[in-house]
């Protein structure tokens, strides 16, 4: 993962591109609605053109709210939106915007996108921070935990070894999602659908064939949704 500078000095142009880029990958087209969207104020939009500096958070609470890549973001450099991702992970930064960050746990624990297999353990990694107000926009904070995946199966839109942002409150299946799943004592990451006596695990990588979970009889009894996925991101090494 690449670190933005925690206080970069801009060509005025170079700042006016940034927020240029900011506005697209938020479809805005004024500084007020810039301002709304991120949750700051106009007055804090018009400073960063006056200092041709841009705060690293903006660009982080930008990338989190629409999946669009932070380097691009920032730099104008790479494209616009990483094809294997939904979304970066994002580098943690001071909060100078009107928003509050949430710590979301990250579980030791690792779901499959492949083999099957579950490594389970009631320890903790750490987290990651969001923001507040993107967290109540996808779902209840309070029920979210972030866990890693193990497999190849649902590259090229997840890849091993990223992490995924679960809300273990959405547990309906609504067609065509992703949700962490779990069957007998295997845990899964798979786009779902849902037909009579059935489930329908679906993975994105084409060397797997969807899964058919017969869920009459004891099957009712060992499948289960864990909760459905908000969000994903990556480490570079």
Request: proline share 9%; charged share 25%.
């Given at each position: 993962m690449v670190p933005l500078p925690t206080s970069p000095r801009m060509s005025g142009e170079d700042a006016a591109?940034?927020?240029?880029?900011?506005?697209?990958?938020?479809?805005?087209?004024?500084?007020?609605?810039?301002?709304?969207?991120?949750?700051?104020?106009?007055?804090?939009?018009?400073?960063?053109r006056k200092r041709r500096e841009v705060p690293p958070a903006w660009v982080q609470a930008c990338a989190a709210q629409t999946g669009v890549n932070a380097h691009w973001l920032f730099f104008g450099r790479g494209p616009a939106r990483l094809p294997e991702a939904g979304a970066d992970?994002?580098?943690?930064?001071?909060?100078?915007c009107e928003s509050e960050l949430v710590t979301i746990p990250l579980a030791e624990a690792r779901l499959s996108a492949g083999t099957g297999s579950l490594e389970v353990s009631a320890a903790r990694e750490g987290g990651y921070a969001f923001r507040s107000d993107f967290l109540r926009r996808k779902g209840n904070p309070r029920r979210m935990v972030l866990?890693?995946?193990?497999?190849?199966s649902m590259v090229p839109e997840i890849y091993d070894n990223d992490v995924v942002l679960l809300d273990q409150g959405q547990k309906e299946i609504t067609p065509g999602r992703l949700y962490a799943v779990g069957?007998?004592?295997?845990i899964y990451i798979k786009r779902v659908d849902k037909l009579p006596g059935k489930i329908i695990l679906h993975s994105a990588n084409p060397a797997y064939?969807?899964?058919s979970l017969d869920l009459r009889g004891d099957g009712a009894d060992q499948f289960r949704v864990i909760g459905r996925v908000l969000w994903s991101g990556r480490e570079y090494r």
């Open positions: 591109e940034c927020l240029s880029r900011l506005m697209r990958a938020l479809e805005v087209t004024t500084d007020a609605e810039l301002a709304r969207a991120l949750g700051i104020t106009p007055q804090s939009v018009n400073g960063a992970e994002l580098p943690s930064f001071p909060a100078d866990m890693r995946v193990s497999g190849d069957f007998e004592d295997a064939p969807p899964l």
